[in-house]
């Protein structure tokens, strides 16, 4: 076979096979069956009734209904503090504690005055008890009863003013200790441990 027509059955063959490829190309592809999703389980309950809570984002200040600055009403060493900041705390709670000892003694002096006083008062009853029957037979004066009756009257109203001072030192002692006067949330500790307060502010109670 000559060269030549070698050559173009060689050339021939080239565009048939070139032909072939542009044609296999230019075919569009098959698309693929697009994927079955899974079912998705469904579950059976019943209806209930519950509270759904509701949350609020927002830029904003909170300011507390009540605030109370709680100052120490007696001079003493504050012994100490019950309490952390932050903590939420009820009515009545101890918050700190004061030295009482010096209030404790000055309430029962108090006491030891009342019962002094009560005894003497006793001594003058009986005294106007024995110069009154005295009086009528000339054993006893009306200047002796009246003066007696004074004297009672005068006792009676000194343990009136004793029992005004015990409940004063009565008071001046429940000073000593701190207490939160509403359910709230402590702020910031004023006073340490081992400070003598003088009428100073001791805590913060916010609600």
């Not at 579950?43 to 009734?49: D, E, F, I, Y």
């Given at each position: 076979?000559?060269?030549?027509?070698?050559?173009?059955?060689?050339?021939?063959?080239?565009?048939?096979?070139?032909?072939?490829?542009?044609?296999?190309?230019?075919?569009?592809?098959?698309?693929?069956?697009?994927?079955?999703?899974?079912?998705?389980?469904?579950?059976?309950?019943?209806?209930?009734?519950?509270?759904?809570?509701?949350?609020?984002?927002?830029?904003?200040?909170?300011?507390?209904?009540?605030?109370?600055?709680?100052?120490?009403?007696?001079?003493?060493?504050?012994?100490?503090?019950?309490?952390?900041?932050?903590?939420?705390?009820?009515?009545?709670?101890?918050?700190?504690?004061?030295?009482?000892?010096?209030?404790?003694?000055?309430?029962?002096?108090?006491?030891?005055?009342?019962?002094?006083?009560?005894?003497?008062?006793?001594?003058?009853?009986?005294?106007?008890?024995?110069?009154?029957?005295?009086?009528?037979?000339?054993?006893?004066?009306?200047?002796q009863v009246?003066?007696?009756?004074?004297?009672?009257?005068?006792?009676?109203?000194?343990?009136?003013?004793?029992?005004?001072?015990?409940?004063a030192a009565?008071?001046?002692?429940?000073?000593?200790?701190?207490?939160?006067?509403?359910?709230?949330?402590?702020?910031?500790?004023?006073?340490?441990?081992?400070?003598?307060?003088?009428?100073?502010?001791?805590?913060?109670?916010?609600?």
């Amino acid at each position: 076979m000559p060269a030549r027509l070698k050559l173009g059955l060689g050339l021939v063959g080239l565009a048939v096979l070139g032909s072939i490829a542009y044609i296999a190309a230019a075919r569009p592809q098959a698309s693929l069956a697009p994927a079955v999703p899974a079912p998705v389980p469904v579950t059976a309950s019943q209806v209930q009734r519950r509270d759904v809570p509701i949350v609020l984002e927002g830029l904003g200040t909170v300011q507390a209904l009540y605030t109370a600055t709680m100052r120490s009403q007696v001079t003493g060493t504050l012994e100490h503090v019950d309490f952390t900041e932050g903590q939420s705390v009820k009515r009545g709670q101890e918050l700190e504690q004061i030295d009482p000892r010096t209030y404790q003694a000055q309430l029962d002096q108090a006491v030891a005055t009342l019962e002094r006083d009560q005894a003497h008062l006793v001594n003058a009853q009986a005294n106007l008890g024995r110069y009154e029957p005295l009086l009528k037979p000339g054993f006893s004066t009306a200047m002796q009863v009246d003066t007696q009756k004074a004297q009672v009257a005068q006792m009676q109203s000194t343990i009136k003013a004793d029992q005004a001072a015990i409940d004063a030192a009565r008071t001046e002692l429940s000073y000593t200790t701190i207490t939160a006067p509403f359910d709230g949330i402590t702020g910031v500790r004023l006073v340490d441990p081992g400070n003598i307060v003088h009428l100073s502010a001791a805590a913060r109670i916010r609600a």
